[in-house]
């Protein structure tokens, strides 16, 4: 099961007497901390600390151990992440480290910054001289402390459990912890630190290790592999296999008994909604609802039609009347009069009212003038507009030859974008007309209709499918572009044509002397290679608009139609459009199967992720080799006594894989126990709490003025006697 933290601040700090000793488990993973004496820490957390800044404010706060996820959305923690005071299993960032016991010694309910208390605070097994100083000095100089004491976590785990007659006074001691794996013989209670193995691989390199395993496994869902959950599988899931290779096989060949033993983690998930086809009544309401729309949408444009009318009807009228005033007007007074209008001529005037008058009709929806009349009233215009046109050159300026060539161009302007226009005309009357005589056609035999427009659109579909095939793979026409195509091969007629006169051209050139122009039809070869025989580039283009005409009408008329995609040259038609399967709740599960036990392996065999070190039960051998004294029968003791503490203590199987080990390694007949801690997690806090609460527990720890007067050396040499 995970570990559970407790943060609550206690509220009893001032009942304990200044002579009750605080104890701390000072571990890589969580940090204990309580009162000696007792049988459970009162504040556990995991030793890390975070310092993000929040998000509103800017402001840089510290996060120490566990926090709810829910309030990290405050906080920006890209710059920050969970930092941690130990370097492998050594305190070495006393920063840290100082925000790590501000924390614990405040949720243990100290009030002020000094701590009058005596400390038993656990270390690694030979921990270098340096840290211990460090951690001394940060106790006595921030704190204030009485006294400390340093002792070794795994010992005190053993002394716990041997009390309660788990181990032996010869044993030896094996802890996997949160980055290394220590291996301590003991000898009449006491451990030999002379004998001690040291492995660098740990709990942290497991969860390390699955979350990768996952992370290649299922890349679409990394964002839910966060360090917690991983833990957490780890810990619920994962085993130490008999032997490894033997499982290895078992899930590789699959079977019932792989079945059994694989598990799986469900993600949240939810089912897509399921459409379901709209009901009778609803597509009435729905039909309902688009004619109020389109009612609404019709008298909004019909009162604005209105209004345009009556807007044009008084410009119309307003301009009638300024014609009439215009005309009673004196010769000399006409420029001051329109002057005061705005206009610069009765030309301008009376172009003006025309346009008004075309517009009023088109708003009206009267039929436009013929074209004799607009005609008529062109020429009448023209004249009026451009009145140096057909007056000789000879008899005009340098300045009025001038405007004569700008009168011309714009009067050449003007009838092209007449003719344009009315080009425009004729096409959208003759596509009215086109459209009209298909809806009569549709109207007398709909069927036959919508069979004739499906046989149409197929025989156009086929046929720009064709000329785009061709286009691109030339002579093959059976679809396959496989193989080398030359340039030949992608060329029309046409342009294949014009490269076979110019290749003659350049062979007759090289035969002798260049006579190349001297005959009159030598000159035809430039217009042969020069016209533009393209008339397939035109009729594709009307083609493929006529199967858009098509594809269009048939869409009004079928319901059921549904146009085929265009071919185009890189993706040709007879690539299938890819099918995305809709996501299932088999998605959204994430399997453990080979994972529950490759991970844990790493502790017998480091060299999985790449750690050239030996495994545990390899570990005992070099210990039990590197004890002073050779005595069999103290070997046979210490194997017949070991004991399995720490976190990762905690996998299924690791006492029958450890034993298996052991006596592969020892003489034939060697006695061999192994067993397990009461509590591998907590046992050494317990016992580190039982040795702080003995009367003589004094005599084991030293005061400031201790450390000031003898020294960091002294430390060198500080060991405490753990059997009292």
Not at 258 to 273: G, I, N, S
Request: charged share 30%.
């Amino acid at each position: 099961m995970p570990f559970i933290s407790k943060i609550q601040r206690q509220t009893d700090y001032n009942r304990f007497p200044p002579s009750t000793p605080i104890v701390i488990d000072n571990g890589a993973s969580y940090f204990r901390i309580g009162w000696a004496g007792e049988t459970e820490p009162r504040v556990i957390f995991r030793n890390i600390v975070q310092r993000p800044r929040h998000k509103s404010t800017g402001e840089t706060v510290t996060i120490v151990g566990d926090h709810d996820p829910a309030l990290l959305k405050y906080f920006d923690c890209t710059r920050s992440g969970p930092r941690s005071a130990f370097d492998s299993n050594v305190v070495f960032q006393f920063e840290i480290m100082e925000y790590v016991l501000d924390f614990a010694f405040d949720r243990l309910g100290a009030n002020g910054s000094r701590i009058d208390h005596p400390i038993l605070i656990t270390e690694c097994v030979c921990n270098p001289v340096h840290s211990r100083s460090k951690m001394a000095e940060l106790l006595f100089e921030t704190y204030g402390v009485r006294s400390v004491a340093f002792g070794v976590d795994a010992v005190f785990s053993y002394k716990y459990n041997q009390l309660h007659g788990i181990c032996e006074k010869d044993g030896l001691a094996i802890c996997p912890g949160f980055t290394t794996t220590h291996v301590i013989p003991f000898v009449d209670g006491e451990p030999v630190y002379k004998g001690c193995c040291r492995s660098n691989i740990g709990g942290y390199h497991i969860t390390d290790y699955l979350k990768q395993l996952l992370s290649l496994k299922y890349p679409h869902h990394m964002a839910r592999f966060t360090w917690e959950k991983v833990e957490d599988l780890k810990m619920e899931h994962c085993y130490i296999a008999p032997d490894y290779a033997l499982e290895a096989q078992l899930f590789q060949k699959g079977g019932k008994e792989a079945e059994y033993k694989t598990r799986c983690w469900q993600l949240p998930w939810v089912p897509l909604p399921t459409e379901e086809p709209p009901s009778e009544a609803e597509i009435a309401r729905k039909a309902a609802i688009r004619e109020r729309q389109g009612q609404r949408l019709r008298e909004m444009a019909e009162a604005k039609r209105s209004s345009r009318i009556n807007e044009l009807e008084n410009q119309l009228q307003g301009l009638e009347f300024l014609l009439q005033q215009l005309g009673q007007v004196q010769e000399e007074d006409i420029q001051s009069f329109l002057s005061e209008t705005g206009y610069g001529s009765k030309l301008e005037i009376e172009l003006t009212l025309t346009k008004v008058t075309q517009s009023l009709r088109k708003a009206k929806g009267e039929p436009k003038p013929d074209q004799a009349e607009n005609e008529e009233k062109a020429d009448s215009c023209t004249s009026d507009k451009y009145p140096l046109i057909n007056v000789p050159d000879n008899m005009l300026t340098p300045e009025q030859l001038k405007e004569k060539k700008r009168q011309i161009f714009l009067k050449i302007t003007t009838e092209g974008r007449q003719r344009a226009k009315q080009k425009r005309v004729e096409e959208e009357l003759e596509r009215e007309r086109k459209t009209q005589q298909d809806e009569e056609r549709r109207l007398e035999n709909p069927q036959l209709y919508l069979e004739q427009m499906h046989t149409k659109y197929k025989e156009l579909y086929e046929k720009v499918e064709q000329r785009k095939r061709l286009k691109t793979n030339g002579g093959h026409t059976n679809g396959s572009s496989s193989g080398g195509v030359g340039r030949g091969e992608r060329l029309n007629a046409a342009q294949r044509e014009r490269m076979r006169l110019l290749t003659t051209a350049a062979f007759d050139r090289g035969k002798g002397e260049d006579t190349f122009g001297a005959k009159d039809e030598d000159w035809q070869l430039y217009k042969l290679m020069g016209k533009d025989n393209d008339d397939d580039d035109d009729g594709a283009d009307e083609d493929e608009a006529e199967l858009a005409r098509v594809s269009s009408r048939l869409q009004e008329i079928d319901p059921t139609f549904v146009p085929k995609p265009e071919p185009t040259a890189s993706q040709p038609a007879a690539t299938e459009v890819p099918h995305v399967r809709p996501l299932t709740k088999e998605d959204f599960q994430i399997v453990l199967g080979v994972e529950r036990f490759r991970c844990p392996e790493i502790l017998f065999h480091p060299n999985l992720v790449g750690i050239d070190q030996v495994g545990l039960d390899e570990m005992t051998g070099v210990s039990i080799r590197r004890l002073p004294s050779k005595d069999k029968a103290l070997a046979n003791r210490l194997t017949s006594s070991v004991f399995m503490t720490g976190g990762c203590s905690l996998f299924p199987g690791i006492n029958e894989r450890l034993e298996a080990g052991i006596r592969m390694l020892q003489p034939c007949g060697s006695p061999i126990k192994v067993v397990r801690a009461l509590d591998p997690v907590l046992d050494a806090w317990r016992g580190a709490s039982l040795y702080a609460a003995n009367s003589r527990f004094h005599q084991q720890t030293f005061s400031r003025s201790d450390y000031y007067e003898k020294g960091e050396d002294w430390l060198r040499q500080y060991q405490v006697r753990y059997t009292l």
